[in-house]
């Protein structure tokens, strides 16, 4: 960002410094020392970002209420679509009474379990920070259970070994 007197220059728009009218390509035709010749200096911005999912603006969230309540809803939406491509199963159940697999009811709980837990944790935050943490974390966006540890192979126990009959002499 350009600076001369306190203001801030934009590129492509005209200027006037100590009476003399500068056009608007002039900030693009000039070097450096050209520019610091008639005391323009070159200042970081200072530009700052916030997520707009939970903030109006810098240091300015949203309501975390209505927050909690639109997050909460994705999660059950989320979970609705993942329930969806078995539902069939349910209902030729109810109709029926066609068994559903064991594994389609094991998933179809895993993803009702996700959905309660997510939904708690949104309920539990206290503030949209914690919010913002818990949502953009990976717990929030993981819908499959964590693959079981490995367990470790079990060390061999070392076989003794004969020792020889002592001999007398």
């Not at 006037?16 to 608007?24: D, M, V, W």
């Not at 939904?119 to 929030?140: K, N």
């Amino acid at each position: 960002m350009l600076k001369l007197d306190g203001k801030t220059l934009q590129y492509d728009r005209a200027f006037t410094h100590n009476q003399i009218s500068y056009p608007a390509n002039w900030l693009r035709l000039t070097t450096l020392e050209e520019k610091q010749a008639i005391g323009i200096t070159e200042v970081a911005d200072t530009y700052q970002s916030w997520d707009q999912r939970f903030y109006w603006g810098v240091d300015n969230p949203k309501d975390l209420d209505q927050l909690k309540e639109l997050w909460t809803a994705k999660v059950k939406e989320t979970a609705g679509t993942l329930l969806s491509p078995t539902d069939w199963y349910v209902v030729r159940q109810a109709e029926n009474s066609a068994a559903v697999p064991a594994a389609v009811l094991s998933r179809r709980g895993e993803i009702r379990n996700f959905s309660n837990v997510k939904e708690a944790a949104i309920a539990a935050c206290s503030d949209v920070p914690e919010l913002v943490a818990y949502v953009t974390g990976s717990d929030y966006s993981r819908w499959e259970p964590l693959p079981p540890e490995p367990t470790p192979e079990p060390t061999p126990e070392p076989t003794p070994t004969e020792t020889p009959a002592a001999t007398e002499e």
